[in-house]
């Protein structure tokens, strides 16, 4: 049996993370759980990367109340955390007067949810904004931004940490059973004691909502694929450009540029079954190509470098199948529990408004004791690529590994990589390399550094050939040696 804890967190998502990050403030034994074997391996970091501007949600819901706030808030909590973070500003674009009517619709939903600085824009402006966005007119929401989700969610993961959380990757809740008091979670064999139990299991949160004792909830899986294009695209788009948005606040296909320089084309939006699939299709491929055209005129093939498909976990009412909020509660039926359900976009913008509400639902059924020696702020990792001349050359001075470059595209030297593989969380994944270095995201995707990254992680920890993981349980890189 493993250790007893105050809370236990099921998911390592970007909500799982940032409640375990605002938990870190009180004097609590905290522990969070995770069924893959990195912190943002499911919808967390296959989202568009955007900071939203609150304009498309219900006014008075959970969704509108915690986006306007995680807006506002961010940045300060991009420098507190070390985030690579750009508030670009957003044009949501429109061709016919239907469009017009509803984009006016929605800047009408957004100020009356606090959203600041929305104005309608014509072509000459929107030429003046980026020249390279489709449509005859757009709102323009100036608030909105751009950040990396995968980073972000590794640097509250990590500020957690350094703030005594404790991280278990590969362990997949199968049971949780109330008994004296306490909750006894079983994960991939190992069991938990513990007083508070949170559900921030992201796609899987109905099911452990269910293990809790609060049936009903039913979650829907929305698959969109994606594009990413190379950063020659980049240079064109200054920033995200989305069409206008349909009656119930959805958006098609849309055109956002990356805090790195990349672009990424999609989502678009289909039904799926299988929580796991995030294959990609070529006719899904073929219709992001059509759409994303539409949004930003250099979507050419020469620019394609990689695919990908996020799945977003929308709560839906079983009856009628509408959409519905997000859900936040403590409920009688299930003592000390926090109940996190339904939690798609703008999770990533909401994350740490909701954390917030999690922690003060806690507070508001036992004091919670501050955390003295708590420390908000987690140092960046540095980039060699981002240093000047004198900062590199001094850097290759200190640490002679900061003068080999592994990854030609990024830019990412051997001490870059070295001090990923000894990351705070102790995971070990070439994709977990990749998320914390941006080696292996650049045009040629790997080919050149992958298996150089395989053979430091060898080297590092010890592990054999056929132990190094791409991403999952199940991911080997190598089945053996060719000549032995």
Not at 427 to 452: L, P, S, W
Request: net charge positive; glycine share 10%.
């Amino acid at each position: 049996m493993a250790d007893r804890y105050d809370v236990l967190i099921i998911g390592a998502g970007v909500v799982g993370c940032a409640v375990a990050r605002e938990l870190s403030r009180y004097r609590l034994r905290i522990c969070v759980l995770e069924k893959e074997l990195d912190v943002a391996c499911g919808n967390s970091s296959r989202n568009s990367g955007v900071l939203h501007g609150g304009f498309t949600y219900r006014k008075g819901s959970l969704k509108a109340l915690c986006c306007v706030e995680g807006n506002r808030e961010f940045d300060a909590v991009a420098e507190e955390l070390g985030v690579p973070f750009r508030r670009s500003g957003k044009l949501v674009v429109g061709f016919t007067d239907q469009d017009r009517a509803s984009l006016e619709s929605f800047k009408a939903v957004g100020e009356g949810n606090g959203a600041v600085g929305l104005e309608m824009v014509d072509r000459k402006r929107l030429n003046e904004l980026d020249s390279s966005a489709g449509g005859e007119f757009a709102m323009y929401s100036p608030s909105s931004g751009i950040l990396d989700p995968m980073a972000y969610t590794i640097a509250l993961a990590e500020n957690a940490g350094q703030n005594g959380a404790d991280f278990f990757f590969d362990r997949e809740v199968t049971g949780i059973i109330r008994r004296d008091g306490m909750h006894e979670v079983t994960a991939t064999g190992d069991t938990f004691t513990t007083r508070w139990v949170v559900n921030a299991a992201g796609l899987n949160s109905a099911r452990i909502s269910a293990m809790l004792g609060i049936g009903g909830y039913v979650i829907r899986g929305f698959k969109g694929e994606y594009i990413i294009l190379d950063k020659k695209a980049g240079a064109f788009l200054n920033m995200p450009v989305y069409p206008a948005p349909n009656p119930k606040g959805g958006f098609a296909t849309h055109a956002t540029p990356t805090v790195h320089g990349n672009v990424l084309i999609g989502p678009d939006s289909y039904i799926t079954e299988d929580f796991d699939d995030f294959s990609v299709t070529r006719k899904q491929m073929d219709g992001l190509v059509a759409d994303g055209l539409k949004m930003f005129a250099q979507v050419k093939r020469e620019y394609f470098i990689r695919s990908f498909a996020g799945i977003r976990p929308k709560l839906v009412d079983p009856a009628t199948g509408e959409i519905l909020d997000f859900v936040c509660e403590a409920r009688r039926e299930a003592p000390n529990t926090i109940n996190l359900v339904g939690i798609e976009s703008p999770g990533l913008t909401s994350a740490l408004p909701l954390a917030r509400r999690a922690v003060a639902l806690m507070a508001e059924r036992e004091r919670l004791v501050p955390n003295p020696a708590f420390e908000p702020r987690r140092k960046a990792p540095l980039r060699f690529s981002e240093q000047d001349l004198a900062g590199k050359k001094k850097l290759i001075e200190q640490d002679p590994d900061y003068g080999e470059i592994v990854c030609r595209c990024e830019c990412v030297t051997k001490a870059e990589i070295l001090k990923a593989i000894r990351n705070p969380l102790g995971v070990c994944t070439v994709a977990a390399i990749k998320n914390r270095t941006r080696a292996t995201m650049g045009r040629c995707q790997g080919g050149y550094c992958e298996t150089r990254i395989a053979k430091l992680i060898q080297d590092e920890t010890g592990r054999r050939v056929t132990e190094v993981l791409f991403n999952l349980k199940g991911s080997a890189m190598f089945t053996g040696r060719v000549r032995e």
